[in-house]
């Protein structure tokens, strides 16, 4: 199974994540990073993987669990 992680810490809210995968993040009210489905399909992955890669701050992991 796959998995995405959010380092809440380091999230600045560029929302880059929602660009690449609006379905698996969103970004809260405080401006910061919600995860909406943290197991990923195999299908997915890739995109997901993109999504999380073109966080400047790279609060985002997508890792096998």
């Known amino acids: 199974m796959t998995v995405v992680k959010a380092d809440l810490e380091a999230c600045q809210g560029y929302a880059n994540c929602v660009v690449g995968a609006e379905d698996v993040f969103d970004i ?18 890739a ?3 993109a999504a999380a890669r073109s966080c400047p701050v790279n609060a985002l992991v997508v890792e096998d669990d």
């Open 47 to 49: 995109r997901v993987e």
């Open 28 to 45: 809260d009210d405080d401006g910061l990073v919600v995860v909406l489905r943290s197991a990923i399909d195999d299908t997915d992955r």
